[in-house]
């Protein structure tokens, strides 16, 4: 099992394992447009629709025409992963380690 690294991926942690306090708790520290959107999904778990539909707002998200409970959490899943891949392809490759430590004269200062 992959170990969830991303704070989002916590959050369907908790959720798919019904510890929707904690997914609560997690995803109030998430200030982004996907976070927004998972925080309305939980609030639609809740069923508290008034909620749901102010952060759909935050999150530029159509509330009334969603899909169901299912639908959002697959629909906002692959919309996670996908912000992922788009990342991991972002960040510049690690630079390799050296073989060998640098020489110290090469790095004193000369007259």
Known sequence: ???????????????????WNAAHDLVQHDGTMLGA????ILHLQEGDLEDAENWYDRA?????SRGTLAEEIAAFEAALA????QLAQAAPAAAPAAATP??????????
């Open 82 to 85: 996908a912000h992922l891949t």
């Open 37 to 40: 959107w998972l925080h309305g």
């Open 102 to 111: 640098p020489d110290p004269e090469d790095s004193e200062e000369r007259p």
């Open 1 to 19: 099992m992959v170990t969830a690294t991303h704070p989002l991926q916590q959050v369907l942690q908790h959720l798919h394992a019904g510890r």
């Open 60 to 64: 530029a998200r159509h509330f009334r």
